[in-house]
């Protein structure tokens, strides 16, 4: 008769233990095997010629890096022609597209509405210079003020500062204490309103604090404003520092002259009425420039209107063609030059009379024909390396091979835009305008940004990079097809092709590479080089685990580790 042996509970859960153990084990080595057979597929793979290695020598070269892009001609300098109030159009006498020369007839003008013009112009000229003459002995006062006591803690004009320019600058041209008190704030709130402690001016002078208020935020220490320095960084005891202000501040301001003298030194009391500043040349108001303005505008259009009337039309200011004619063309008809009376080789198109606008209006426009733009995007990473000045080669397919000469004369950083997670800038780029070059065609541009002579070279494909560092190869064993020799590099400006190397070579060493291409398992690279064996993540030497692995750093696995540089 068999007797059956009850297992207690802990040798029950000391069975568990190692069959939990024994799986494991199972696992790991299910895991060591399976890599270990993917790395010899995939040494055999490199072997029987599935992927080419290259070699490469170190050499010397010149290598510069290029911000690019491309987009659409449009013509530069495109002049306005304009009709001044109240001229009425006769005859328009060109259209878009035909070529003029400079003193061509663009269109006709009624002569009796120029000389209505040249009335309303002269009598506003006229109610100018009355308004001028009551402006005129108006003055600023030559002298600032202060209209309560308190004590001077900043003076930002000097002698000769002119008064706006300074209120540009710095919002006021004194600063007055009103209340007696200089203030620091402290990010410490271990105070109570009340407190006192000793604060130490960067000179070295002591004064005595008082906590003035305590925020969840701050503590505000006040001290006395006879003596310490405006914006001083003080110590304050044991809790930290900060920027003395002025605790109950008045601005002292002014808007017109000249400092003449100043009246007051830093630190000194002021009375009520007390003179700060003395000014000169203030006999002028902002009034008497606004109406100056106004006026030399009327006199450009008195002038307009002069030549308007003598010559009874309007004549091309400038030579080139007609980009576009603003008047509305209500019927047309063909002139020879001899019909218009005027002896110019334009040829004109005869138009509807036009009335005459109330206010100033576009009659056409002209393109000089002598320089193009295009305005390319550029990657937040290189607007900051552009600089207006800069030169640039453009080339425009549609007309051929050539390359034009161009230079940056904007960049727009104002108007950024933004798209899967890049900022774009505006670059605007100016050239002389070539034969059959025609707006509207795109053109691209090629900007040299940094560019490196005597340079040593590689190509991009033989250097590995990672997110920290870079590296090659600089052997190769024929009979396993693997890479070894692993050797880090500090790499410089790329173009792409080649790579600047900085540091861990030198010219005349070889490398060893295969072409970057999709091996099926994504952007994993198989090769040697990584001493050690294991798998490693990144460019580890020494193989071992990546971040976060469990799996014993002594592993078997040779040379032929597993690495995934990234490329």
Known sequence: MSTTQKLSKAERRNRHIRIGICIAAIAVLLLIAAVLFLQKQVRQNFASGEREVLRAEVSTGSISATVSGSGALVSDGIREVTVPAGVEIKKVYVEAGVSVGEGDILASVDTASVLSALSDTQKNLDELDQ?????????????IKTAMKGRVKAIFVE??????????????????????????????????????????????????????????????????DDGPAYQDTVTVGDSGSGKLYIHEPLKITGYAGTVESIKVTENSAVSEASALLTLTGTSYSANYDSILEQRETLEETLQVLVNLYQDGAILAPISGSIDSVSYNQDSSETHTQSDSGYGSNAVPTETAAVSAPEEESVLLAIDPEKSMTVSISVDETDVLSLAVGQEVSVTVESIGDDTYTGTVTEIDTSAASSSGGVTTYTATITLDRADRMLAGMTASASIVIEGVDNALLLPDDAVRKTSSSAYVYTSYDESTGELDGMTEVTVGLSNGSYVEILEGLKEGDTVYYTESQDNGLGNFNFGGGMPGGGMSGGSMPGGGMPSGGNMPDNIPGGSGGMNFPGN
């Open 131 to 143: 308004q001028l003459a009551d402006v005129s002995g108006k003055e600023v006062d030559s002298t």
């Open 159 to 224: 002698e000769g500062d002119d008064v706006s320019s300074v209120m540009y600058e710095n919002g006021a041209l004194l600063l007055l204490s009103l209340d007696g008190y200089m203030a620091v704030d402290l990010e410490s709130t271990a105070y109570s309103v009340g407190d006192t402690m000793t604060v130490t001016a960067s000179d070295g002078t002591a004064y005595t604090g008082t906590v003035e208020k305590v925020t969840a935020e701050k503590t505000t220490v006040l001290i006395q």
